[in-house]
């Protein structure tokens, strides 16, 4: 669980799933929190962990910054790059708060670290449950899909999902309040031209692949990106590739769900969703900085997707080059795939930024009252990061491509470490 917030409720409700599991698969879980919270909320969450596992009998270990950097630096040491390269995975993997691949990035190597080889996250905004009758649960339903391959094609699942009931993941209120086209709009700015693809996808099946789980649940193969990260588990991929570490990218933590796709690997779908939350400052929009964080956080996205979009249909057309037996993935291919993309369409996002600022500035004067204030901060925000995006969002790729040639050297590294080691020591 990545948390850079009071996390309570969210940590309970996890802890109750994973109390809710048979005794033997209950003690092979590592209950990890990653906290990126100032000092204050450290602490009480610290707390919370303590109480919750004196009450439940659940363990649970807390990765706080300075745990991690010290996990870090051991990590990068086994790896022994060379030192222009560890200096440029120690900056991808030390980032300061606000990158939505951080968190999944540094629990991968810690799963690394003990072993495991599945990684079940549960985002601090969201509450899950289990059914009092039958014990069912998200992370039962995982795990139980993850380890019976078979039941879910001859592929085996890669990753196993839910969705979310409550706020939105995106949060566009304003925008849908003066008209939902804005929304489209924004959205077909990242959307490849008929000349742009070429790759002919296959047709989800008329028939969807389904099945039924514990308790009753329905799970179906999900073909269209049903699943959210928040709420999800993977299998290997997750020591395949690591998630973009950009700082202030939305979806940026999606790149490892996204390539099962394009592999055609399972992604799976279950009926049992999580509540998601805003706290109180962002569900009522009071905060003027966030209100521009996070409109800075979409631009730089909607020109990230544009790039993303084109990889993937380079990913589709190579797909036999990443993954030749099936079990070895080539990760130094998939950045220079990654790196080649960017290169060969530089040009591609350049017309987004005016045209999204463009758009905004639409939607604000069409707006009035408190709509009007917030989107009138959105615009000036954009206004001022629109001619600094592509550069930073190419530098983002680059970043990300230079982890990803590393990562299976780290996460192997990470293992190496772990075999004689004490996650504790890092707590």
Same mark, same amino acid.
């Given at each position: ?180 086209? =804005? ?70 933590? =999606? ?78 291919? =998939? ?24 758009? =905004? ?67």
């Amino acid at each position: 669980m990545p948390t850079n917030r009071p996390f309570e409720a969210a940590f309970r409700s996890v802890a109750a799933e994973v109390a809710a599991l048979p005794e033997e698969a209950r003690h092979q879980v590592t209950l990890l929190v990653v906290d990126d919270c100032p000092p204050q909320v450290s602490r009480a969450n610290r707390q919370v962990v303590e109480d919750t596992a004196a009450a439940s009998g659940v363990r649970g270990h807390v990765l706080d910054a300075d745990g991690w950097e010290r996990l870090a630096h051991d990590i990068l040491v086994a790896a022994a790059l060379p030192p222009a390269e560890h200096t440029l995975a120690e900056h991808a993997l030390c980032k300061p708060t606000g990158s939505y691949g951080a968190g999944p990035n540094k629990a991968a190597l810690v799963a690394a670290y003990v072993g495991a080889h599945t990684l079940h996250r549960r985002d601090s905004d969201q509450i899950t449950h289990v059914d009092p009758a039958s014990g069912a649960s998200p992370l039962r339903i995982e795990a139980e899909l993850l380890d019976g391959g078979a039941a879910a094609g001859s592929k085996g699942a890669h990753c196993v999902g839910s969705s979310l009931t409550g706020r939105p993941t995106r949060d566009r209120r304003d925008l849908l309040h003066c008209s939902a086209e =804005y929304v489209d709009r924004i959205d077909a700015l990242s959307r490849l031209t008929p000349a742009e693809t070429r790759v002919v996808r296959p047709a989800a099946p008329a028939r969807p692949e389904q099945l039924t789980t514990h308790g009753g649940v329905t799970a179906h193969r999900d073909h269209t990106g049903t699943v959210e990260m928040g709420i999800a588990a993977v299998r290997r991929v997750h020591e395949w590739i690591p998630e973009m570490p950009a700082v202030g990218v939305l979806g940026s933590d =999606y790149f490892q769900k996204g390539l099962l796709y394009q592999l055609e690997l399972p992604v799976w779908h279950h009926d049992m969703t999580a509540e998601h939350h805003y706290e109180p400052w962002r569900a009522e929009q009071t905060s003027a900085e966030h209100l521009g964080w996070y409109a800075r956080a979409e631009l730089r996205y909607a020109v990230l997707r544009k790039h993303w979009n084109a990889f993937n249909e380079a990913l589709m057309s190579q797909r036999d080059l990443l993954l030749p037996d099936g079990q070895h993935f080539d990760s130094r291919a =998939y950045a220079e795939f990654l790196v080649d993309t960017l290169a060969r369409g530089a040009e591609r996002a350049a017309p987004i930024p005016p045209a999204f600022v463009a758009l =905004y500035r639409e939607a604000a004067a069409t707006a009035s009252g408190d709509v009007r204030r917030r989107l009138d901060i959105r615009v000036a925000a954009l206004e001022a990061e629109a001619g600094t995006t592509e550069r930073y969002v190419a530098d983002a790729i680059g970043e990300f491509a230079t982890l990803t040639r590393r990562w299976p050297a780290l996460v192997a590294a990470a293992g190496r470490l772990g075999s004689d080691g004490d996650l504790g020591r890092y707590a």
